[in-house]
């Protein structure tokens, strides 16, 4: 059955982007290494196109399954991009060049319209200004009986787990202190009802299966 999930990676001080975020920083300070245990592994390298190249073992083992089931993606703007207020133009197409990893439909969560954007690969950006509500909807429409990955920012997956349209996430804490920027439970009521589901430990990082009920 097609979930709605989330890969995240966190701190040990509980933080998934750094402070200070900008274009030059688009994770601020230090946050680029919260993911560096995903770099050399082989699901990594084939979302990018290096098909034989990196490593097999227990991180590419929790990697992989939502790489290979991706059939849509949710992200706030924050996400897409450094830019505030209405679109200046559409010479912004995102971090990751033209040819981007997600090889699907991806939903961008923003107060100002825009026209969908076509990259290469597969991957196409549409614009919702209706809410995170509307947005998961038409990722689960466009995934079909794929999986709805839902991306950052900390305030989009905080949007998720309240209006419960979460299913699952993989929190993978890694052993550095960022002291500050965006956590990923802040803003989150107590009566949230989480299930530690699965704890695998990696060469390089913890990898912390939840569900949300």
Known sequence: MPKTKAQISVSLDGYMAGPNQSEKDPLGEGGEALHEWAFNLASFHEMHGRHGEGERGVSDDVLRPTLDRLGAVVMGRNMFGPIRGPWPDDEWKGWWGQDPPFHCPVYVLTHHPRDPVEMDGGTSFHFVTEGIETAVAAAKEAAGDQDVAIGGG???????????????????????????????????????????????????ALHLTYRFG
């Open 154 to 204: 900390a305030f989009t997956l905080q949007q998720a787990i309240v209006a419960g349209l979460l299913d699952e996430i993989v929190v993978t804490q890694v052993p550095i202190l960022l002291g500050g920027g965006e956590r990923l439970f802040d803003r989150l009521p107590a009566s949230t009802k989480v299930e530690l589901a699965a704890v695998v430990e990696g060469p390089d």
